[in-house]
């Protein structure tokens, strides 16, 4: 009896697995090592120091940036939440009608239009209406970030969706309970998980956004991201390094966390 396909077995397979995993990861090590260089040179190693951490730390322009980030991120995926947890609801709890793979793929349209396309349209939308309302301050940020995110949040809410058991809304509805009282108590108590996996997977992607936001900042709303690209512009120096590595650590344990929220079924 032959033996089922597997792609593992076939010759090769192992070395250009692991070729892949070094060309992706290791140059992320090396600039990992080198955050912690007491040299100024990024090519030659002087030691191990955190100094590079305490000047971004001191930095006022990197702490803005942060801070900056961090609000835009933060109300970027509260908001896109809302409006995917919305829209998953709309494509999940209602019969097929026909539209529904048009809603399906407008909802998704951010994932599938290349990020600079997007990046281009909302700038000359927005500068239209900075011409005609005079305002150029986070609100554009915002809602390019919420916009651009609400897919990524949408997925894991739509997958929890679909993967819960009908059987308890429909009691609730046997027994009486006002639509609102039975997605109060018994629907969103079963997609809170996916909810929040949601809530952390736009949160990330907004914090390290660039294209959409270089397009659509005015002076002076530098996000970290930003920044950190204006910084490599005057040559790589191991507070960039140490910078991208408090990033990656960020990026990390988000995902982590969204991970085991997204395993978790009960």
Known sequence: MAEPFSIRRQPGFTTIALLCFVLLYLPIVVMVIYAFNEATSVSTWGGFSLKWFVAAWNNDQVVDATLRSFQIATIAAVLSTVCATMAALATTRTEAYPGLTFTYSAINQPLMVPEIVTGVALLIFFSRIKIVTGYDGLAYLIAAHTAFCVPFAYLPIRARLEGMDLTLERAAADLYATPWRAFRRVTLPLLWPGILAGLMLAFVTSLDDVVITEFVKSGGQDTLPTYMLGQLRRGVTPEVNALSTV????????????????????
Not at 260 to 265: A, C, L, M, T, Y
Request: net charge positive.
């Open 247 to 266: 990033f990656l650590l960020l990026s990390v344990v988000i995902v982590t966390i969204f991970f085991f929220i997204s395993r978790k079924k009960d």
